[in-house]
């Protein structure tokens, strides 16, 4: 096992990464002995990490910067950097390594008050670990400010710091910042190379993998929690229900709320038990006494931790908003495959019934309207639209599709 395994379909970005780890520890290894370093890297100090959802942009992300940070006696033996089992890479795939940053949005953006301790830490050399390295993993949510607070960094960085940026394309980043990156797209693992991670990683019956890999249409993260979270298997069987239950004005509101309302109740399901490890060990860290008294002038940090939480749980009711969308787009592909006769294989064999209903009482230019209304809601929820607004206007639109 190495921290590349989990990279399905992606041999082309794993053997770039591993090559240009190898020079990073080159790089790094000279340095320490006093040495000139090699003439020729393939290791640079920003990369952009692109591809559709699903695809694995922050398992790469994340993987290279374990290889970064390995310090395996076989790396010192000429062995490639990426072992997987040293603490340098344990530390790092798990998210503990001192020296190994990552953001993530929050909300609908990254404020600039989430990277300024990040950005200022770029420019410091590692504490403990071989390279200091920055993980953006929604790149393409940087606010203005955020994004030029990054480029910044990204323009002049301390010597052994790395950026690494993930977003759904190139134009997703300022172009300005994509300049100064080295760019490594992923493309859609296989429905069968997802099944197999499934069964190899997970355990899980094949039978059970292929369903979901294939629902999911090759979503390593999607499919993983199809397989093994019965609540989401449920969430999606209701969602490939709708079609056929918004037939007039009253059953599309009505399936409007219930498809919001799940989505709240996954987002708070998620946000209980994290929320409160957070809220506990933040108030055991400032010395809370029996009770949960804090200390005087503690209180602002408290309300930064719950204004943080609020907003990560409307970015989560989003996310799961998002899932249920795209699922909805999946089951609507279907249904114009079969009114075109294509042979493009059928995610949702298990809603065969509906789709082929859906088929024939409806023409193929109706079916492109509805996906058109479903990507309106989507881009309707990007632009911070109450979801309740664009669900509603959403489902008026498939009934009248």
């Known amino acids: 096992m190495t921290v590349w395994d989990d990279l399905v379909g992606q041999q082309r970005v794993s053997d770039q990464l591993a090559a240009a780890a190898r020079d990073a520890d080159a790089l790094v290894t000279a340095a320490a002995a006093g040495t000139a370093p090699p003439e020729a890297s393939r290791m640079t100090h920003a990369w952009l990490f692109t591809g559709p959802p699903g695809a694995g942009r922050n398992q790469a992300a994340r993987a290279f910067a374990a290889a970064l940070q390995c310090v395996s006696p076989d790396r010192a033996l000429g062995g490639s950097p990426g072992c997987g089992f040293c603490d340098g890479c344990h530390t790092a795939l798990i998210g503990t390594h001192a020296d190994v940053s990552t953001i993530a949005a929050v909300g609908a953006m990254i404020l600039v008050r989430d990277m300024r301790d990040t950005v200022r830490k770029s420019f410091t050399a590692p504490a403990t670990g071989r390279w200091q390295v920055i993980l953006v993993e929604d790149a393409e949510r940087l606010n203005e400010s955020s994004a030029n607070a990054v480029l910044k960094a990204v323009e002049e960085p301390a010597p052994r710091t790395v950026w690494l940026l993930c977003a759904p394309s190139v134009e997703d980043v300022l172009p300005t910042i994509r300049s100064r990156c080295r760019h490594l797209n992923l493309s859609t693992p296989s429905v069968d190379a997802v099944a ?138 279907d249904v114009l495959a079969l009114q075109l006769g294509s042979r493009v294989a059928i995610a949702n064999a298990d809603a065969e019934d509906a789709l082929e209903r859906l088929a024939r009482d409806s023409s193929p230019e109706s079916t492109l309207r509805r996906i058109e209304a479903i990507a309106a809601c989507h881009d309707a929820l990007d632009r911070n639209v109450a979801p309740l607004l664009a669900v509603e206007a959403m489902t008026m639109a498939l009934r009248a599709g």
């Open 196 to 333: 197999d991670l499934l069964v190899r990683r997970e355990g899980i019956e094949p039978d059970v993998a292929a369903a979901a890999a294939r629902a999911t249409q090759g979503h390593v993260d999607r499919a993983r929690r199809l397989a093994t979270d019965p609540a989401a298997r449920e969430r999606r069987a209701a969602v490939l229900k709708l079609p056929l239950r918004v037939q007039d004005v009253g059953s599309a509101l009505k399936a409007a709320q219930e498809l919001v309302d799940a989505a709240a109740e996954d987002a708070k399901q998620l946000a209980e038990l994290r929320d409160t490890k957070e809220s506990d060990e933040l108030k055991a860290a400032l010395g809370a006494v029996q009770g949960g008294r804090l200390p005087r002038g503690t209180a602002g940090v408290v309300k930064e931790l719950e204004e943080m939480q609020k907003r990560r749980r409307t970015r989560t009711q989003r996310d799961s908003l998002d899932v249920a969308l795209t699922d909805l787009t999946g089951f609507y592909r």
